[in-house]
């Protein structure tokens, strides 16, 4: 599974999740079998390629249609904030789905 991320920074431990239209950075995560494989940061969201599975964004209210369009899943995360409190919560399936 390959997670999109828009992130206030580029440090693993230290950059926060953040609304989409505030991302300085996206991440992107692999998880697989339940263990972070890669961890990837992007200045720009073009520079990435390939299929994502699901992005992760802060609320409800964010501007995420072109990832609907695209056939990714959009998980919110009301409280998680760092990547790993993010994986966690994806792992527990503790993520809420869209509401719409």
Known sequence: ?????????????????????????????????????????????????????????TGNYEPVMEFIDNQMMVLVAHTQRTIDDIVEAYLFRELHDLAL
């Open 1 to 57: 599974m390959l997670l999109l991320l828009p992130m206030n920074g580029d440090d693993t431990q230290e950059s926060e999740l953040v609304s989409i239209n505030d991302a300085l950075f996206w991440a992107t995560v692999e998880v697989d079998e339940g263990k972070v494989v890669e961890i990837n940061f992007y200045k720009e969201r073009s520079e990435i390629d390939g299929w994502l599975d699901a992005i992760i964004v």
